[in-house]
C-alpha cells in the first residue's frame, strides 16, 4: 500500500479509539471528566505509548530468506509496519510529543 505498510494502518486507528473512548465517557457520564483537557491528552499519550511498544515489537522481527526464481539467490525480505514511511515507533513518539503540548498551560 502506498499509505502505509503491514500494520501501519494502526497508527491511525489506535488515537482515534482512545479519543473516541474519552469522548464517549465524556458524553455518558460528564460528571467524571473534570479536567477534560488532561484526560484527552492521557488518551493521546495511551495511543502514543501503545503505538510505540508495538512498532518496537513489530519492527523487530526477524528477516524472512527466499530464493529468487530467475537468478537462484538467495533474497531477504524484511516486513517493515509504517505509516507514510515512518515507522510505527515513530508515530508513538509523535503522539507522546503532542499529549505533552495538551498539558501546557494555555495563555489566555
Do not use: E
Not at 482515534?16 to 474519552?22: E, K, M
Not at 505509548?49 to 523487530?60: M, P, V
Not at 509504517?82 to 509523535?94: A, D, E, K, R, V
Amino acid at each position: 500500500m502506498l499509505i502505509w505498510r503491514g500494520h501501519g494502518y494502526w497508527v491511525l486507528l489506535l488515537p482515534f479509539a482512545t479519543l473516541g473512548a474519552v469522548a464517549y465517557v465524556d458524553k455518558t457520564f460528564p460528571a467524571v471528566l473534570v479536567h477534560k483537557q488532561l484526560w484527552f491528552a492521557a488518551a493521546l499519550a495511551g495511543a502514543g505509548l501503545l503505538c510505540t511498544l508495538w512498532g518496537l515489537l513489530a519492527n523487530s522481527g526477524g528477516a524472512l530468506q527466499a530464493i529468487d526464481r530467475l537468478t537462484g539467490l538467495i533474497v531477504t525480505i524484511r516486513i517493515r509496519h509504517s505509516l507514510y514511511g515512518i515507522p510505527m515507533q515513530y508515530w508513538g513518539g509523535l503522539y507522546l510529543l503532542a499529549a505533552g503540548a495538551l498539558c501546557l498551560p494555555q495563555a489566555r
